[in-house]
């Protein structure tokens, strides 16, 4: 079997500047993250041959159909290997590992990634809750009106009942996306935030409040990936793709095996390939979507044990200056989340982290970071292990 740890490098990146894309559409989008992170990683578009996308949230017609290809033609690129993933959110950590495989496999050398959502201006507010509301299973959950929120909630119920989680330690994480948020520029909100702000906030799911919810907001990004042997010769560190897995466990949370373990097998396989262990990572980007996930992802990716994800988080670990600090750009909950794409912003982070010219609080010596991705109600997880090469 073909080895594909170490055998790529993340060499380009870019995403859009704070949390609002006004009058820009998707494609659009699309095509000038591709062009600056290319700028960005010292090439040229004709040095590419493969585009990996993941559509977006709310498409046209043309995108909705052939998304990667609709882009390819409109950067006027002719790839070799062309694709579009269509895995929900993490989706853009796989296509990573999708990008290091077709490179080691010989299919290809230089590989275009991207995803963008201008959500907000695309969609309106009832549009953006309907779909939140029509995400269950048709016979089983959809009769009943549970929003995503309330898929959460049902998570955040069970982790209380069996561990003993408490509201204020679901708050805490809040708390810490606020206090990384406070150094990155394009977050959408950097003001302080209390525990008693989260525990003040306004009902959404029981035991859920506004503020363990993310934000909505626009934006994108796009990465480059190349050979390991070719990525000496681009203008910044190459960060390296040490470890990849997938886990599937479900695709409606009637049909869960549990509500509380979901993620172990993608980590697991990423660890493994990487040859590393849960102590020896710098900084971890985990999907921040609701403070349950991020509570729930620290225990399925062995940072901490079974059931000790709320004491983890309130000791203050995840903290800036922990000793695992947790989404350094302040997360989805704080910086934003924008749409399929959300979750991109922290793989482009962990790379500027790698690399060492993190424009939000840069966390020092770091050399491995783990970026953990969710999809659907803790359905579908993508682990990638990066390292600074």
Avoid at 239 to 248: K, P
């Amino acid at each position: 079997m073909t080895k594909i740890s170490g055998a790529a490098a993340i060499v380009g990146v870019a995403r859009t500047p704070g949390y609002s894309t006004p009058g820009r559409y998707s494609l659009e989008l699309h095509a000038a993250l591709c062009l600056e992170a290319l700028a960005d990683a010292g090439l040229r578009k004709e040095q590419v041959d493969a585009i990996l996308t993941a559509g977006c949230d709310f498409p046209t017609y043309t995108e909705e159909v052939a998304h990667s290809a609709v882009l390819s033609e409109h950067l006027g690129i002719s790839p070799q290997y062309t694709y579009t993933v269509d895995i929900g959110t993490p989706a853009f950590v796989k296509m990573v590992e999708i990008a290091a495989t077709a490179i080691a496999t010989g299919l290809c050398h230089t590989v275009l990634i991207a995803c963008a959502e201008p959500t907000v201006s695309s969609a309106s507010r009832r549009a953006a809750v309907d779909k939140m509301a029509d995400f269950g299973q048709p016979d089983f959950e959809l009769p009943f009106g549970p929003t995503i929120p309330a898929f959460y909630a049902l998570i955040a119920s069970r982790f209380m009942h069996e561990y003993g989680t408490t509201p204020e330690q679901l708050a805490r994480v809040a708390v810490a996306m606020r206090r990384h948020a406070a150094a990155n520029a394009d977050a959408r909100f950097r003001d302080p935030l209390t525990t008693n702000d989260v525990l003040r906030s306004r009902p959404i799911a029981e035991p859920l409040r506004l503020l363990d919810c993310c934000l909505t907001t626009e934006g994108g990004a796009a990465v480059v990936v190349t050979a390991r042997e070719r990525a000496g010769d681009t203008p910044h560190h190459p960060v390296v793709l040490l470890g990849a897995g997938q886990a599937f466990s479900h695709e409606h949370l009637v049909a869960a095996p549990s509500l509380t373990s979901f993620a172990e097998g993608s980590a697991a396989r990423a660890f493994g390939m990487a040859g590393i262990t849960p102590s020896d990572v710098d900084v971890a980007f985990l999907y921040d979507n609701f403070t349950i996930s991020v509570i729930s992802q620290l225990e399925d990716l062995g940072f901490c044990g079974r059931g000790e994800g709320g004491q983890f988080v309130e000791s203050g670990t995840i903290d800036p200056g922990g000793r695992l600090p947790v989404n350094p750009n302040g997360g989805l909950l704080s910086e934003g989340h924008p749409g399929r794409a959300g979750g991109f912003f922290h793989l482009v982070e962990a790379v500027r982290q790698l690399r060492h010219d993190s424009r939000c609080l840069q966390i020092d010596d770091a050399e491995i970071a783990v970026v953990h991705s969710v999809g659907g109600i803790m359905s579908n997880h993508a682990t990638a292990v990066l390292a600074r090469s």
